[in-house]
């Protein structure tokens, strides 16, 4: 930005601004340029950060270094926009309106699958984490939407797949393991699903007690369908301490 700020500032209609390659969709832009120093590893080695709105790209060996965006639409903005205040059914509609002009957009078919999955809209959901995901298999929130998109359709065995690369390529998001063993305890793999949420209360209980206490909680009724009630019993007090 302290490279073409000065040039600019003699135009008076221009004004520059700094902005995370991230919530690129969520601030107000008409063109924008961004550079690889500054994009997530995992979202350049998905090879499709640059889109199809480019202006302009400069290129190193044939690989993008450097981006001029002009920005299609400000319905993804809106869409944000809407989310802030809560209204989840508007931002749904601004979202798809924008997928329809930039419908490669990793980070808004992320969210809109996210929102169809809060609207209880799951087909909708599968559909843009799908695309999400075919577009871009290394980031981890989109393979955990994806995998979120799996479980709810009941493809379990898949979603569990999805969650066990994200743990294996990101042993320290240990949110990955929570979801991997709400997979695991809805196939019935109890052992499994006890290792992960155990792994998961351990490591958040002076973080977010609230999410141990969740897992003590999960534990518990996994416990108690197998009719160790005293092991239930010692969860369900864990959980209570920590609520």
Known sequence: ??????????????HVDYVRYHEKDQRA?????FHTALIPLDVIQS???????????????GKPLCVLLKRESQDDLSGYNALQVGNRETALQYFIKYLAKDPTNVNVLVTTARVCMEL???????????????????????KRVYGMALAYKGEGAKARIIFKEIVSERPDFVMGYYYMAMVEKSMGLNKDALVNFDKVAKAFEKQDPSISAECYMHMGDIFKQQGDLGQANNMYQKASSLQ
Do not use: R
């Open 120 to 142: 209880n809209k799951i087909d909708s959901a599968y559909m843009y984490a799908s695309k999400a995901y075919d577009l871009d298999k290394t980031g981890v929130e989109t």
């Open 1 to 14: 930005m302290h490279l073409i700020a000065p040039p600019l500032s003699k135009y008076k209609n221009v």
């Open 29 to 33: 832009w008409d063109y924008a340029i």
């Open 47 to 61: 090879e499709n950060w640059v889109p199809a709105s480019a202006v302009f790209t400069a290129e190193v060996k």
